[in-house]
């Protein structure tokens, strides 16, 4: 059964503080991606990497920055939290099939943070 | 504008109706339409995707692509209480990777 994790279901943290929000698939997926969900916004790329220590920007970059050391592991950085931060994050992966990449994305449960 | 407008609901139907769930969209170059179920306290899941246009059906599913309207439908027939939860729709103009764009999301609710 394919699995992808995350490291937290619920975290509060105070403005200014560094938060890591780690994301582990034990599926050997080639791709993985961090979003924020908010209500009436739907699902927002922040990064996405297609490879261990590749990465690239999505369509809300600021304000994060991320991590892939390892092919199982996605870290997700928030430098300085702030208030506009509070969200839900969500961690997905998908793969690459005869060098196409999977439409298919496999989710986590997600990581409510709230910035206080 | 956003690229994929969704309705965000709530949509209650009783138990054993037709649901219709909608998406509309900009972007001519989107090829590849998924739609995704999220459960509450957990991640979207794929449940139908569809390459072009026509349809595709799955069980008590079935998805639309009307591509000259830009416009995607999900139907389900014979709703059950199980069904409640958010819908999304999503879309690609490649292979569905690093620019899959989400709607909004729209709650239903399957009173029992």
């Keep these: 059964d394919v699995k992808v994790t995350q490291s937290s279901r619920y975290l509060v943290k105070r403005t200014g ?3 890591f929000l780690e994301c582990v698939q034990d599926m050997d997926h080639e791709n993985m991606f961090w979003y924020r969900q908010d209500p009436g916004l739907g699902l927002r790329l922040i990064y996405f990497s297609y ?13 994060y920055s991320v991590s892939r050391e390892k092919k199982e592991r996605f870290s997700l950085i928030l430098e300085s939290a702030s208030t506009n931060q509070t969200s839900m994050y969500l961690c997905a992966s998908s793969s690459n099939n ?18 206080t | ?29 989107f090829q590849y339409f998924m739609w995704y179920r999220q459960y509450s306290r957990k991640g979207p899941e794929l449940l139908m995707y569809t390459y072009s246009s026509g349809n595709k059906e799955d069980g008590r599913f079935t998805a639309q692509v009307d591509k000259s309207s830009k416009y995607i439908s999900l139907f389900i027939r014979d709703s059950q209480p199980s069904d409640s939860a958010t ?3 999503a879309m690609s103009a490649g292979t569905g990777g690093f620019k899959t764009i989400f709607g909004a999301g729209t709650r239903l609710f399957v009173k029992a």
């Design chain 1, 17 to 19: 503080e560094k938060v």
């Design chain 1, 98 to 115: 005869l060098g196409q990449t999977s439409y298919e994305q496999y989710f986590g449960p997600g990581t409510r943070l709230t910035v």
């Design chain 2, 87 to 89: 819908y999304l729709c």
């Design chain 1, 51 to 63: 490879d261990v220590k590749m990465k690239e920007k999505g369509d809300i970059p600021e304000g």
């Design chain 2, 1 to 29: 504008q956003k690229e994929v407008e969704q309705d965000p609901g709530p949509l209650s139907v009783p138990e054993g109706a037709i649901v219709s769930l909608n998406c509309t969209y900009s972007n001519s170059a």
